[in-house]
């Protein structure tokens, strides 16, 4: 049997570079991000890529036996970078990158394509452009696993996975361990996004029996392969012949569909070019995630390729869930809770598609139009046995079978004489006579559609049970729904009965997250009082044990106590609350105790870490460091990237290079590490930590934790230390990037804060940490306090919550301007003074003066960019718009596209009908066409059901005026034909464009077809107005990066009053065409249409 190679090697790839990260905080409280919150915070934000690669060395890590070969990439993410089938000429069945080409699609910002990523606790991974730890382990029957791990940047859990290869087999292990190490419960999902290189023939396979997928959040579902519905907007069921969605080919739009109901453990793609392809197999009981994404076959998608690649072409994503079947759908991570699951891939070739598949085998059944039985076998290991195919039980075939890992079976020397598929079935099983795996075709006559379409849930006030109230707060807090908040929910429950144990529990865990202690402990008290109204011994010890979490950070050790003895009754949180208990027993000193009561807590949970270590500590205390160590060492064997453990194994003599190796010396471990120590009591070996991370260097890695230094480490020691030099020395560090998060973290800053003389800098930290947490009046404070410094993000936090907090909107103005005096080269500042220059309708030539006087610096990002083109345009002045937006290549955000496109589109309209006007309806057509011409360089093109009905309106006006009726005809007619539009990333009956719909019928003499086009769409904007503006509850990408809160009716309000403007102008009712206009100018003057409109009617044109 052959080896397994598992080796830490450096790879140089070509890269694009990513810009600086922020040093402003971002809040981006109802940032809509893969259908749940885009909130960043506490992570730096990156909203730039560059353009021109250049040559950069990763640490890499390979694992490859006679099979298989794969490449991870431990400092992005701990990625699969390649996956390749050695026995298919290399075939590479995960998509292979030959450049790192970030675009704006991550959480954060950057994110790659290719390979395999893996997302949690949320989509897409918060540290995905982010180093992992990695450590290689090697088994003594030859297996080897690269594990990759981090603290996530988010709520610090440890999320570890490892990449398992066997010799002889070409099966991939993936081995996750998810481990939360915080004392509160928290929320996770978990995907494998799985890259697929496709083309004309490439086939996304899925189990038999699935005969219908949904999408994000079960918004929509549709018939499945075939779709005989619409979806995403595309009418399939009038696409006969190209509405299989297993094929990229037929998917002309962004899509995701996922499984929802199947038997079956597998899925995978084919690629028929190469014949070959992969499975991936998994416990479909804890693992039901089944789900494909593409940005589909369409010049949409396309531009995105280009964005994420120079030459590897288009992909897919087969993506697995584990303890998820759906996005968003996260499910609970207790306290110290540790989830271990496998997932696996192998790759298969010549046999098609997959029928059947699990770990050690996959086959294929296909009955071909000349009634001829295809059988196709794969294995992934060595087999000899038997497979016999039967029809009604009676034998039809037995073949005895030798095979290896990269070999084909097949066989198709077999008519069919049934009636229907399902009437053969397929064994294979091995010399001993134990089945491998089996087939039956699916009757579909028994397939059915158990899930529905998920619906909007009423908004508190309209909900009378309290049950509901509950389970859909609950709901909006567990899927971390972006628009809608779950204590309306709680506090309705609560007006129906004040002392409703489960509302209360809920409202109290909300305000311990906060650090509203005395708040949440009412709260507690009351639910505690409502469990126990009838008898002492609830059937849950929840609130029991997040009242001793609160009494600890009242001050009150002996109540908490109490409280998490109470909360051990109940086995959920026994663990949990007796490594409370041990942690209280440190800080008195009563080791002996505390070593009782974590062997309690082993004993329900034996996975956690946290206790082991404890234990580990306590016992070397005592003297007994050989047992001490032989509990790391055990500990170690089963989580080899245990950071606390490999600190504690130093303390006892180990040198400390392998510690600070794998941690990187990273600033964010070492604080989780050093609250673990202080929780317990034991500062000394909590400074002796913080003074080994700032005497040893960090870590050089090619893709840095823009946090893994942080002021919060001085700020710990002049904590522990109390010496006044400390705390100096704290205080004078600098204020980039200092964004705390932590419980922690805000305690140690509010007792620098209050020290004699105060502190602006933890004043600063604070006022991020309080506005993060929702807390916006604590944050006001506390950066007035920190503005007294002179500090340039204080001034523009404050400007932001004066907006946002206050509507003190002047205020606001002048703490940005003050902010931008301090520091005039920060373009984010130029940026988010200039939005709020849009928030305030200020006239657009002052706009327009205070970008040009800064031309250099807006030059740099893409997003001012725009906004300068944008003001171009609105004072028609294109041709300096167009030369803008064609100087220089533009990258979008994922779900914000079209941003430049539009300035393009609308620079050459406006072109073309100024050379209209003045008579060259040449040029005025070169214009017209341009616009349809979109260059590559603007990153975006055309979504296929964006509407073009100006342009082609405009062209048929440019053949009209050349005399070409024809042609203008033509144009007139696809323009007139055009069914609603596209934005907002959503399907709309009407917008802006129905009125030229209208001029197109106009032309075409259809007058009475116009009119009631123009009525319809006035009807359609007073129904606008008449209701009530939202968020789409089940939106899946609104990027909406603005930081500054808005009038979301006010908003609404003006785009139906200008679609209103544009109906009665259509109907020539300009009074009342003025009037609905004005209302939409008083909002805003940055909307292109009405700026058209408003000239128009100023100087009125032949239409």
Not at 45 to 71: C, G, H, M
Not at 103 to 108: N, R
Not at 267 to 287: C, S
Not at 827 to 834: H, K, M
Request: proline content about 5%.
């Amino acid at each position: 049997m052959s080896s397994v190679t598992a080796a830490l090697e450096s790879l140089t790839i070509p890269t694009y570079p990513v810009g600086e990260p922020e040093k402003n905080p971002v809040f981006f409280d109802k940032r809509v991000y893969q259908g749940s919150s885009g909130k960043v915070y506490p992570v730096p934000f990156i909203d730039k890529v560059y353009d021109e690669p250049i040559d950069k060395t990763y640490q890499s890590a390979r694992l490859e036996n006679d099979f298989i070969r794969l490449v991870m990439l431990p400092e992005i993410g701990g990625r699969i970078f390649l996956g390749q089938d050695k026995t298919n000429q290399d075939y590479d069945f995960f998509y292979r990158q030959d450049v790192i080409k970030p675009a704006l699609v991550g959480l954060a910002g950057p994110w790659i394509s290719g390979g395999v990523e893996f997302n949690w606790p949320q989509h897409h991974r918060p540290s995905t452009f982010m180093p992992t730890d990695v450590h290689i382990e090697n088994e003594a029957d030859g297996a080897a696993t690269i594990w990759m791990s981090e603290h996530d940047p988010l709520n610090r859990l440890k999320g570890m996975h490892g990449i398992r290869i066997r010799p002889g087999s070409s099966l991939i292990e993936l081995r996750a361990r998810l481990y939360n190490r915080t004392p509160l419960t928290q929320t996770f999902l978990w995907w494998a996004n799985v890259a697929a290189l496709v083309h004309d023939q490439y086939q996304s396979f899925f189990p038999p029996d699935v005969n219908y997928v949904a999408d994000h959040a079960v918004r929509a579902l549709s018939s499945f392969p075939v779709a005989n519905n619409p979806y995403y907007g595309v009418d399939y069921q009038n696409r006969p012949g190209a509405n299989d969605l297993s094929w990229y080919r037929n998917i002309p739009v962004p899509t995701s569909y996922m499984v929802c109901q199947t038997l079956a453990d597998f899925f995978g793609g084919y690629d028929f070019k190469a014949d070959g392809g992969f499975v991936h197999v998994a416990n479909r009981h804890i693992a039901p995630g089944k789900k494909q994404w593409t940005w589909g076959d369409h010049e949409f998608g396309h531009a995105w390729d280009r964005e994420l690649t120079d030459t590897n072409g288009p992909y897919v994503e087969l993506m697995a869930g584990v303890y998820t079947d759906n996005q968003p759908d996260f499910t609970y991570l207790l306290p110290y809770e540790t989830k271990t699951f496998s997932q696996f891939w192998w790759p298969i070739q010549g046999i098609g598609p997959a029928h059947a598949a699990n770990q050690k085998a996959a086959v294929s059944l296909n009955i071909g139009d000349d009634r001829k039985i295809a059988l196709g076998l794969n294995v992934s290991e060595s087999f000899e046995g038997e497979l016999v195919l039967t029809r009604l039980d009676a034998e039809v075939a037995r073949f005895d079978i030798t095979l290896q890992p990269g070999e084909v079976w097949k066989n198709d020397q077999h008519q069919f004489e049934g009636e229907q598929a399902h009437e053969l079935y397929l064994t294979l099983r091995d010399r001993e006579g134990q089945l491998v795996i089996d087939y039956r075709p699916v009757d579909e006559s028994t397939l059915t559609r158990d899930r529905a379409q998920a619906t909007e849930p009423p908004q508190a006030d309209e909900i009378s049970s309290a049950d509901e109230l509950f389970f859909t707060g609950e709901h909006l807090e567990l899927y971390r729904h972006p628009t809608r908040k779950p204590e309306p929910y709680y506090e309705r429950c609560l007006a129906i009965d004040p002392d409703d144990a489960r509302a209360n529990l809920a409202l109290g865990k909300r305000l311990l997250r906060k650090g509203l202690f005395t708040e949440a402990h009412g709260h507690l008290e009351k639910a505690i009082g409502r469990l126990t109204f009838r008898h002492p011994n609830p059937v849950t010890g929840e609130a029991h044990y997040y009242q001793g979490i609160v009494l600890r950070q009242l001050g009150d050790p002996t109540g908490a106590y109490s409280h998490f003895y109470k909360a051990t009754w109940n086995s959920e949180w026994r663990s949990s609350a007796f490594y409370q208990l041990a942690t209280l027993d440190c800080l008195k000193g009563d080791f002996n105790t505390a070593l009782t009561h974590l062997d309690e807590s082993l004993a329900t949970n034996r996975d956690n870490n946290k206790s082991k270590n404890l234990i580990a500590l306590l016992t070397f205390k005592k003297g007994k460091t050989e047992e001490a160590r032989k509990v790391l060492t055990d500990l170690r064997e089963i989580d080899p990237l245990d950071h606390w453990s490999a600190h504690l194994l130093h303390l006892m003599g180990a040198q400390p290079e392998e510690f600070l190796t794998t941690t990187r010396n990273d600033a964010q471990t070492i604080l989780d590490l050093a609250f673990d120590y202080c929780e317990a009591g034991f500062t000394e070996e909590a400074l002796g930590l913080i003074e080994l991370h700032h005497e040893k260097a960090k870590q050089e890695c090619a893709v840095p934790n823009p946090l893994a230094t942080s002021q919060m480490t001085q700020y710990l020691k002049a904590w522990l230390t109390r010496d006044p030099a400390d705390l100096v020395a704290a205080q004078g560090q600098a204020s980039k990037h200092f964004f705390p998060s932590r419980a922690e973290e805000r305690a140690i800053l509010e007792w620098a804060q209050n020290q004699p003389g105060g502190d602006p800098l933890a004043s600063y930290g604070l006022g991020n940490t309080y506005y993060d947490l929702g807390r916006h009046t604590d944050a006001l404070a506390a950066w007035k306090l920190a503005a007294q410094a002179d500090n340039p993000q204080a001034h523009r936090n404050l400007g932001l919550a004066l907006w946002n907090v206050r509507q003190e909107r002047e205020e606001a103005r002048e703490s940005y301007l003050h902010a931008i005096a301090l520091d005039p080269q920060d373009a984010r500042l130029v940026l988010e003074f200039d939005q709020l220059c849009q928030r305030l309708n200020e006239p657009l030539e002052e706009r327009l003066a205070f970008l040009e006087e800064r031309r250099e610096l807006v030059l740099t990002r893409d997003d001012v960019t725009v906004a300068l083109a944008s003001l171009y345009n609105l004072l028609n002045r294109p041709q300096e718009a167009l030369d803008l937006v064609m100087t220089r290549p533009f990258h979008p955000w994922e779900g914000g596209e079209g941003q430049v496109l539009r300035q393009y589109t609308t620079a050459r309209l406006l072109l073309g009908q100024e050379a209209l006007e003045k008579g060259q309806a040449k040029e005025a057509l070169r214009q017209f066409q341009l616009a349809t011409e979109t260059p590559d360089s603007l990153g975006e093109k055309y979504h296929l059901l964006q509407a073009k009905a100006d342009i082609n309106y405009w062209l048929g006006r440019a053949y009209q005026a050349l005399e070409e009726s024809a042609k203008a005809k033509k144009h007139f007619e696809l323009s007139a034909a055009e069914v609603g539009d596209f934005s907002e990333m959503a399907v709309t009956a009407h917008s802006p464009l129905s009125y030229f719909r209208g001029l197109s019928l106009q032309q075409l003499g259809r007058t009475e077809e116009a009119r009631q086009l123009f009525q319809a769409l006035a009807q359609f904007a007073q129904e606008g107005l008449a209701t009530e503006a939202k968020i789409d509850y089940f939106a899946t990408s609104l990027p909406n990066l603005l930081v500054f809160e808005e009038n979301l009716q006010e908003r609404r309000d003006a785009e139906n009053n200008l679609l209103l403007a544009l109906a009665h102008h259509g109907l020539q009712e300009e009074e009342l065409a003025a009037k609905a206009l004005e209302k939409t100018l008083a909002f805003t003057l940055c909307e292109q249409r009405a700026a058209d409109l408003q000239r128009e009617m100023l100087e009125p044109v032949t239409r």
